[in-house]
């Protein structure tokens, strides 16, 4: 791979692909983002729009929308177009949550024919300010784990790994693990929030008050239901235990939730807008 040959970033707007794209620049590789509203618009219900984000490439990363399959003819597009390696972004919960999109998804890489490395991260630091922002804010936070810990990882840290395992060729054929450096409770987690922001959050990890947070959202019982057994399946495995993967590839330490916390509140990220 030359520093001119483009990496497609599939995915690259959110809050790790957009960091995994700004790390690959600032490395002075070639970056090619392609979604809906690029400039180069990819859309994974549309295969007339793929072949033009493939054009050249030889490296990408895919990180698939929430709930999104992997379509089974992509990976053989990709083949012919000459993409020669490949690194998924899934999840640590892939298979104790039994994420079935992503386990096929994982199953098509690896069968591919392509040099292959899947990144697994636990639970996003960055999920307090997107998918939990506002139960912050609202002062109560449900998710249906107990006082299980787990492996809070920043996606700065996630998208580090990244555009590390993109370049180098030590990762090739792993399944990479992501944690932060200590496991966490969503309680404790919500404690370092609290003492940076001077909010005070409830935290409910029994079913009973995710159905019900659920329900006032209009979501369905069926889906309630297979959430809650898939959070329930997870948490029933225990404490999560830090991997170590972030700081044996990175070579330094993982960012701390703690150190996570007071930036963002810094940024004004838990402040009514």
Request: proline residues 4%; hydrophobic residues 40%.
């Amino acid at each position: 791979m030359t520093m001119n040959t483009p990496i497609l970033v599939l995915g690259g707007t959110g809050t790790v692909g957009s960091r995994v794209a700004d790390r690959l620049r600032g490395a002075g590789h070639s970056v090619r983002v392609a979604t809906r509203h690029a400039e180069c618009r990819f859309d994974w219900s549309i295969p007339d729009t793929w072949s033009a984000a493939l054009d050249g490439v030889h490296t990408m990363y895919v990180l698939l929308p929430d709930q999104t399959g992997l379509p089974e003819s992509f990976m053989r597009e990709a083949c012919r177009s000459g993409v020669r390696r490949v690194v998924l972004h899934s999840d640590r919960g892939v298979d104790v949550m039994n994420v079935t999109h992503l386990q096929e998804a994982e199953r098509q890489v690896r069968e591919s024919g392509c040099e292959w490395t899947i990144v697994r991260p636990d639970w996003f630091n960055q999920d307090f300010e997107t998918f939990f922002r506002q139960a912050v804010l609202d002062g109560r936070l449900c998710v249906p784990v107990g006082s299980t810990r787990q492996g809070f990882v920043d996606a700065d840290d996630i998208a580090a790994v990244a555009a590390q395992v993109l370049i180098r060729e030590d990762h090739i054929g792993q399944i990479l693990p992501l944690t932060g450096p200590r496991a966490l409770s969503f309680r404790e987690a919500l404690d370092h929030i609290e003492r940076a922001t001077g909010l005070t959050v409830h935290f409910d990890g029994t079913p009973g008050a995710y159905r019900e947070s659920l329900r006032a959202e209009g979501t369905p019982d069926e889906v309630i239901d297979t959430l809650i057994e898939n959070f329930s399946s997870a948490a029933a495995q225990g404490d999560a235990e830090p991997t170590g993967v972030v700081e044996k590839i990175l070579e330094r330490p993982g960012k701390d939730f703690g150190a996570y916390a007071r930036q963002a509140a810094a940024r004004g990220v838990w402040q009514e807008r």
